[in-house]
Structure formats: C-alpha cells, structure tokens
C-alpha cells in the first residue's frame, strides 16, 4: 500500500536522524563523565576510549527507545500539520490503522533493543568492571606517575618521583613512605631503577637516605647509602570477586530469582516494553496545534520519556527492597501504559471528548 510505504520510508528517515544525534550527545557525555573518573583513579587513562565504547553500548537499548518514539512522533506530527492525515482520513484510513504500517517499521528495533537487553548489556557492564578491577589490582610501579604521590596497592607505601624513562624503569628524585606495624620509615634517593632478582621485582634506589621511626619513641634512625632495594609488589593477576547484578546474564537472573536479581530482570524486560509501549504513545500523541507551535508536542514526548524512565529506575529499586511484586510492578506499569496509550488512541480515533461520544 502507497501509505504504508511512504510512511515507513519517512520513519526510517526521521529515526536515522535522532539516533545519530542522540548516540553524538550521548557519547560527548560518556566521554566527559569517562574523563573525570580516570582522572581520580578509577580507570586507566589508556582505557577511556573502550570504556566509552562499552558504556554507549550498554545504553543503546535506552537510546534506540527514544529514537523510535521521536521519530513516529515527529513524522506524524508533521503529518498533521501539514493536512496529510486529513488526505488520509478522507480516504477512509482512520488513526488507528497507523498501528500496523508503524509496528512493521519498528519490530526490527524492537528485537535489537531486546537483544541489547537481554544480552549486550551485561556483557558490556562486565567488561567495564573487569576494566576497572584490573586497574584496582596493578602493582606498585603501574601506579607510579611522575610528579605524583601514589598509594601502592596493599596500602602501606606511599611512591614519588620526579620524572622518570625508558618506560618507568628509571626514575629520579625518589621518594618512598612507608608504615610497617610500629614502625615509619622514610626513604629517598637521587635516582632509582627496576630489576629482577631471583624471580621478584627491586626499586633499586641510589645515593640516597633512610630515615627511621619507631611509634611511641622520640628517636629517629638515619642512614646513608649507595644502593638499597625494596621490593615492590606486582600485577594481581585474580580473578575479579565482585560481580555487579547489571553485568549478570539474563539465564542466571532467571534462575536464581532474589530481590536484586529480579529488580535487574524488570530493568531489562522494562527497555523493551517501554519501546513497544512508546510506539503506541507516539500515536495517540501525535498532533499539530497552531495555539501550541511546533515544539508542543515535542515538549509532551520528553516529559512523557522522562517520567516512563523514571518509573523504570524506581520500580527496580522497590523491587529489590521488596516494596513491590515483580509481576505486579511489571503488570502496572507497562500493562496500565499501555492501556492508557490504546485508551488515548481510541479517543482520537473515534473523536470523543469528556462531554460524551460526538456522533
């Protein structure tokens, strides 16, 4: 049919659009947000670029949702004002015939989005995590920036140097802090290398001194020396312990159902039916009213976006704090948004009002 292709011609046009300026606005905030957390430590700085690519993967889901609900509204916003549907209406296509040319459109979506869910996602989260556990567990030279005070990765030892070469094995102006027990001591020397011995990894420091303290005493040790070396903890190679619930897959959510499990698993079903839900809003909302302007129903979809989403973020905390059923939580508010958008839509489609049916 003439209609349906044009109208999916002109969707596909319009979502194309919006999703490539949402994944921009997206990715500039990701890299943004990336930025700052590898600069207080949380990631390797070398590792922004990966972790943004994961973490824009991990909201594509959300991202393919509002792209698609745009875009029906915007085409079919359009539609109205420019008299189109009034052609079609005159032609015996009524409102709700929409629903199959703009369902045929969006059911590709739809399964991406489920897919994204269900399988993407996790997958992304627990790349992230690994990411930033294996920067948590690098060893003691890893940590080392030049002109910087570093923590090593047990705690006990604090590392500075001035400058360092040849891929930070040699440095200069070394500086080392250390508290064992009841005991401080610290160490500096003019420069300071790298070596193996025996199997273990040296600081070894030169022409440098060694200052010593014992807890509860006045006295104070200090030594002179040409060469002295501390050794330095490596790489943890563990595996991580800590699994997050948004980087479990979506079998073991299912088969081991808890409170955090099933509030992840509402999550996640809740993208795709919120996108199924939001095609069927798109419609019923799609209008043009000169009073209004242009941006008025555009104003309405993001509101409508935002409180949708926000339910969505607020159900699974109640679900894992067992303030809400999961079916129940699942059934009332995807369910009753549903039916309020086919309620709005039959409203429009048979033109009633509050005062009563118009005949």
């Known amino acids: 049919m003439l209609f349906h292709s044009s109208i999916r011609k002109e969707l596909a046009r319009s979502f194309g659009a919006t999703l490539v300026v949402l994944v921009t606005v997206v990715m500039t905030m990701t890299l943004i947000r990336t930025l700052g957390e590898a600069s207080r430590g949380t990631f390797d700085p070398a590792d922004v670029l990966i ?21 029906v509204l915007s085409v079919l916003t359009r539609m109205f004002r420019d008299s189109e549907m009034v052609i079609w209406f005159g032609g015996g296509v009524g409102l709700s015939a929409l629903l199959k040319p703009l369902f045929r459109f969006a059911w590709p979506i739809l399964v991406v ?41 047990d705690g006990d030892r604090v590392f500075f140097i001035e400058k360092d070469t040849a891929g930070k094995q040699v440095g200069s102006n070394v500086f080392i802090a250390t508290k064992e027990l009841d005991k401080e001591t610290i160490t500096s020397s003019k420069s300071g290398k790298i070596e193996i011995l025996n199997g273990d990894k040296f600081l070894i420091l030169e022409h440098g001194q060694r200052l010593e303290k014992h807890t509860g005493k006045s006295d104070m040790t200090v030594s002179v020396f040409e060469l002295y070396g501390a050794k330095v903890g490596v790489d943890d190679q563990s595996q991580r312990t800590h699994t997050p619930t948004a980087s ?21 079903i809740g993208l ?19 009073r209004v302007g242009r941006s008025g129903n555009l104003g ?20 894992e704090n067992g303030q809400v ?29 509050l005062r009563g049916v118009r005949k």
């Open 51 to 71: 972790i943004m690519g994961y973490t824009v993967l991990s909201d594509l889901s959300t991202i393919l949702a509002m792209s698609l609900f745009l875009a």
């Open 272 to 290: 795709t039916l919120t996108a199924f839900n939001f095609v069927v809003i798109g419609l019923a909302a799609a209008g043009a009213n000169p």
């Open 248 to 268: 479990i897959g979506t079998l073991e959510l299912i088969k081991t159902p808890s409170p955090s499990h099933l509030a992840e698993l509402a999550w996640r």
């Open 113 to 153: 989005i489920l897919a994204l869910a269900f399988f993407i996602l996790p997958w992304a989260f627990g790349r992230i995590e690994d990411l930033r556990d294996k920067y948590e567990k690098r060893g003691d030279i890893a940590r080392i920036e030049p002109g910087q005070f570093q923590e090593s990765a």
């Open 325 to 353: 059923n999961f079916g129940v939580y699942l059934l009332a508010l995807h369910g009753g948004s549903l039916a309020l958008g086919l309620l709005w839509l039959g409203m429009r489609h048979n033109n009633w009002t």
């Open 300 to 319: 309405v979809a993001f509101l409508a976006f935002i409180a949708y989403f926000n339910l969505l973020i607020l159900g699974k905390s109640w679900i």
